[in-house]
């Protein structure tokens, strides 16, 4: 009797410890499955590298000081929404929207025109709470000494609720390299619809906006004529609705 009682006693807690490994193992499962990235998180992601490969460029991030974040809204709603001019309270709205970073309109103000500003045509009005970003004296000569920088994500993964893609800066010197690949291409593969390259010439002519040119940068023209920076940006996304917002950038 007494050795039948320890038999069930061993039986139980083989069970016992038979359910608390398959617990542990569904846990597992599930800790995986929720850092695994799905197929529209990763379309999703995609997207948002068509924004971040533009304008990144405009943070410093060494600093991350409210100066950049100013220029990357700047340079964000002159190329997308043709404006170049932003009250401080349209700078608040989007610097939330895009960063999910709490600013007033008194913090923009104070900011007035920094080095970083200056040096890349943003003017300040303390008395309207204005910024404006002037790109009237870029011309054909001017444009092709400014280097192209793009963004180009090497990789992502999921942690929680966050999403942390790591980039190469890749900085092309002469934008005109761009051109010539997109020519070379059509001499090389005569048989192939060649790639229309209006909105590059716009550009490098001055009529267009540095967001056509940078989007016409690909992984093999980055192999071919791209220089990556030393250091790689991280940067934390959240996901809110289908949009990516930008929470952290950091550089590694």
């Given at each position: 009797?007494?050795?039948?009682?320890?038999?069930?006693?061993?039986?139980?807690?083989?069970?016992?410890?038979?359910?608390?490994?398959?617990?542990?193992?569904?846990?597992?499962?599930?800790?995986?499955?929720?850092?695994?990235?799905?197929?529209?998180?990763?379309?999703?992601?995609?997207?948002?590298?068509?924004?971040?490969?533009?304008?990144?460029?405009?943070?410093?991030?060494?600093?991350?000081?409210?100066?950049?974040?100013?220029?990357?809204?700047?340079?964000?709603?002159?190329?997308?929404?043709?404006?170049?001019?932003?009250?401080?309270?349209?700078?608040?709205?989007?610097?939330?929207?895009?960063?999910?970073?709490?600013?007033?309109?008194?913090?923009?103000?104070?900011?007035?025109?920094?080095?970083?500003?200056?040096?890349?045509?943003?003017?300040?009005?303390?008395?309207?709470?204005?910024?404006?970003?002037?790109?009237?004296?870029?011309?054909?000569?001017?444009?092709?000494?400014?280097?192209?920088?793009?963004?180009?994500?090497?990789?992502?993964?999921?942690?929680?609720?966050?999403?942390?893609?790591?980039?190469?800066?890749?900085?092309?010197?002469?934008?005109?390299?761009?051109?010539?690949?997109y020519n070379d291409l059509s001499t090389s593969e005569p048989d192939k619809e060649p790639y229309d390259t209006t909105k590059i010439m716009n550009?490098?002519?001055?009529?267009?906006?540095?967001?056509?040119?940078?989007?016409?940068v690909n992984d093999e023209i980055i192999e071919k004529v791209g220089k990556q920076d030393e250091k790689k940006t991280i940067i934390t996304y959240?996901?809110?609705?289908?949009?990516?917002?930008?929470?952290?950038?950091?550089?590694?």
């Open positions: 009797m007494l050795k039948l009682k320890k038999e069930i006693i061993y039986l139980l807690e083989g069970i016992t410890l038979i359910l608390i490994i398959l617990v542990l193992f569904i846990m597992l499962i599930g800790l995986f499955n929720r850092n695994k990235m799905t197929d529209l998180e990763t379309s999703l992601l995609s997207e948002q590298n068509k924004t971040t490969m533009i304008y990144m460029d405009s943070i410093d991030v060494s600093k991350k000081e409210l100066d950049s974040y100013i220029l990357y809204v700047l340079e964000y709603s002159y190329n997308e929404n043709d404006k170049n001019s932003l009250k401080c309270s349209e700078i608040k709205t989007l610097i939330k929207e895009l960063f999910d970073k709490d600013v007033t309109e008194e913090e923009l103000n104070a900011v007035g025109v920094t080095p970083l500003l200056l040096d890349n045509k943003v003017g300040h009005n303390i008395e309207e709470k204005t910024f404006i970003i002037d790109k009237s004296d870029l011309t054909q000569r001017s444009i092709a000494n400014i280097p192209i920088v793009v963004y180009q994500q090497k990789k992502a993964k999921k942690r929680g609720f966050n999403y942390i893609v790591e980039y190469n800066k890749v900085t092309i010197s002469n934008p005109y390299e761009i051109l010539n690949y550009y490098l002519t001055a009529k267009g906006k540095i967001k056509d040119i940078k989007r016409a959240k996901l809110v609705g289908a949009k990516f917002i930008i929470v952290d950038i950091q550089e590694k």
